[in-house]
């Protein structure tokens, strides 16, 4: 009975369809760091970088995370949201192009855009989503800084911001809710954003931008909060996003074999290293096709679908 009480109903999906837009948070690491050491180290506001996002200043280096998610509800009714919106303008402005995404922002077909995190590489290519459609309505998690909340209205939105708070999932439409982790985690970000989605027969899908609460974490909340199993995973599970490798992270690749999950879409800050772990224990990971600037066809890429 307890258990019945403590677990959180969110209505039944028949299924779901995620477009990998972007997955690459920026074309080269070496670069990426100098950049970061020379604005102060991982310690730093994201904001103090050389590359601000109010800022006119361009950075070639950088590309972005962004996934189209369409959820099919048991009525027939497709739900199309946003997850993150990527980080430099041009690159987005690309990607969204070649996937039809602007057009469907122009047409108000998308009902949300979902911010996982403030990282600059989640969130700071907002202008590319909002010129479409500035009434989007925007979710966005807890711990958000002002520069995060003024970037967004610079950014001419004139729809609603609804923050998620921890310990409060909110329902976005039956069989989808997104939640609050807390993580305090680099450049000062904090708090991330996950969605759930529960499908019928099937158990949930998690959609995550980063990862950075663990996602053990990430898998165990929702199995204990929504009450069902995992059945597949979608996005950067932030395991081994530099190659870094020991036995910490060899007890994460066990521990995900306890979930018996389906379908492991990972990608982004996962890491190669991961990913080869998991396939050689002979978890379920889903091929990509190295497309659009994804560098490896051992995991979804840009360009690629996930459909569970
Ligand atoms: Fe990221
Ligand atoms: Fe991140």
Known sequence: MSTTQST???GTL????????????????????AD??????????????????????????????SALIEAEG???????????????????????AEEGIDQR???????????????????????STLKHCPSLPVYIPEGFHDEGLEFIKQAGHTGPVVTVHPDQPIELFPGCAVAHFRMNTLLRVQGENV?????????????????????????EYGQATFGKPIHAVYGGLHISPFGEWDA??????????????????????????????????????????ARHGSKTDLYLGNGDVLEV
């Not at 028949?14 to 760091?33: H, N, P, Q, V, Y």
């Not at 601000?52 to 590309?63: I, R, Y």
């Not at 980080?87 to 969204?96: E, G, I, S, T, V």
């Not at 990862?211 to 898998?219: A, E, P, S």
Request: charged residues 20%; glycine residues 12%; aromatic residues 8%.
């Open 248 to 289: 910490e992270h060899e007890k994460i690749i066990e521990r995900l074999e306890d979930f018996h999950i389906a379908r492991l879409g990972c990608n982004h800050c996962t890491g190669v290293k991961a990913v080869q772990h998991m396939m050689a224990v002979g978890l379920p990971v889903v091929r990509g096709t």
């Open 105 to 127: 922002l122009q047409r108000g077909e998308i009902e949300a855009l979902i911010i996982s995190h403030e990282h600059f590489d989640h969130f700071w290519g907002i202008g």
């Open 8 to 10: 959180h109903a969110i």
């Open 195 to 219: 969605l759930y989605f529960n499908l019928a027969d099937k158990g949930l899908a998690m959609v995550t931008g980063c990862g950075h609460g663990g996602v053990v974490n990430l898998l």
């Open 74 to 96: 048991l009525d027939g009714k497709v739900h199309p949201i946003l997850f993150d919106t990527g980080w430099n303008p041009a690159w987005m402005d690309r990607r969204f």
């Open 36 to 65: 970061v050491k020379a604005a102060g180290g991982m310690g730093v506001s994201q904001y103090q970088l050389s590359w601000p996002p109010l800022g006119d200043l361009h950075n070639d280096n950088a590309a972005g995370s």
């Open 14 to 33: 028949k299924r779901l369809k995620i477009l990998c837009i972007s997955e690459i948070g920026w074309f080269d690491d070496a670069t990426l760091m």
